[in-house]
């Protein structure tokens, strides 16, 4: 029964991790004006979001802004909306990573397969979804992809973490039941 349950789980993930590759390249492949209203459709979203619940003001958030500033080596010109775009990059691929290290560790339980899948199939995807976008009269840029991998490595460690925490407490779990049955 165990395995059929791994086999349904690896089948799902297989199945998101393409659904959501094409969503990845769904978005890459609208035109320059098309994107630049999303971009704007969702900042003007989170200004509204903002007005209600006052998030802009907080200390993490100028902390947060401030940090993806500086991994973007941007410097204050850079508008919110490509501030929004660069987000969009970065959780789009840490999902990508996420999922496609969860992946790869169900279908090998080895720590260094999930690490490197998660962070290269992630890679290429990037480097496609860049190229695409040149079809699209869109400007396909190496920061994008740095973005991209930068997101997929996050999710990949996220992954990774979680895997290590559940691998530790199954472990201490055991451990457990076996000092459980000796009497002194």
Request: with cysteine; net charge positive.
């Amino acid at each position: 029964m165990r395995d059929f349950r791994k086999g349904v789980l690896i089948f799902t993930l297989l199945l998101f991790l393409a659904l959501w590759i094409g969503v990845i390249f769904y978005f890459s492949s609208e035109t320059p004006e098309c994107s630049a209203q999303r971009s704007v459709y969702v900042y003007t979203i989170l200004k509204k979001l903002d007005t209600i619940l006052d998030f802009s003001k907080t200390e993490a958030f100028t902390k947060l802004v401030s940090l993806f500033r500086k991994l973007l080596g941007a410097t204050s010109e850079v508008s919110t909306v490509e501030l929004i775009r660069s987000s969009a990059h970065f959780g789009f691929y840490a999902i990508l990573g996420f999922v496609t290290s969860l992946l790869s560790w169900l279908w090998k339980r080895d720590f260094l397969v999930s690490l490197l899948v998660g962070t290269s199939l992630p890679a290429v995807v990037a480097i496609l979804d860049e190229f695409n976008q040149a079809f699209h009269r869109r400007q396909s840029t190496v920061v994008d992809a740095f973005v991209d991998l930068m997101g997929a490595m996050f999710g990949t460690v996220l992954a990774n973490l979680m895997i290590a925490l559940i691998v530790l407490l199954e472990y201490l779990k055991s451990k457990r039941g076996r000092f459980k049955n000796i009497r002194p």
